[in-house]
């Protein structure tokens, strides 16, 4: 996030459903709160959940750390997704579109990535996995 700042951060703990819940209604706060469109809020809104589901189901629980981020006139949403789970061993796999390692969609990381504007995946088996993602007003 070279070039940007940071401010206004909120952590939520991701240990249960009703967390992925919370997790999801910060991050919406947040959008409508830096004034970006409905539509933009649905995409925001919508990688958040599927990247807190991912948190809880497969990395064991975690946090998300959302944020305000500012770069010259811009303002958008920032939010972390992090947990200290088994980590993801092959990066490149995990988003293939339609590739899942349960029984899900297999949209969760490749859906989520569509969904914003900047997308980071760090990942370290038997470490954790932290995806960041952006989302800007336009």
């Not at 970006?36 to 629980?61: F, H, I, M, P, W």
């Not at 959302?66 to 993801?88: K, L, M, W, Y």
Request: glycine share 14%; with cysteine; charged share 20%.
């Amino acid at each position: 996030m070279t070039g940007q700042t940071v401010e206004d951060e909120q952590t939520v703990p991701i240990g249960s459903n009703d967390d992925v819940v919370r997790a999801r209604q910060t991050v919406r706060t947040y959008a409508q709160q830096r004034g970006l469109s409905l539509v933009d809020q649905t995409k925001l809104v919508t990688a958040a959940s599927e990247l807190a589901r991912n948190t809880l189901v497969y990395g064991g629980g975690g946090r998300m750390r959302c944020a305000t981020v500012r770069s010259g006139a811009r303002v958008g949403v920032h939010a972390v997704f992090e947990d200290s789970g088994p980590g993801i061993p092959d990066l490149d796999l995990a988003l293939t579109d339609g590739w899942t390692s349960g029984g899900g969609l297999g949209l969760g990381l490749s859906g989520a990535r569509r969904l914003v504007d900047e997308f980071e995946l760090h990942s370290e088996p038997g470490v954790g996995t932290k995806v960041s993602v952006t989302k800007w007003a336009r």
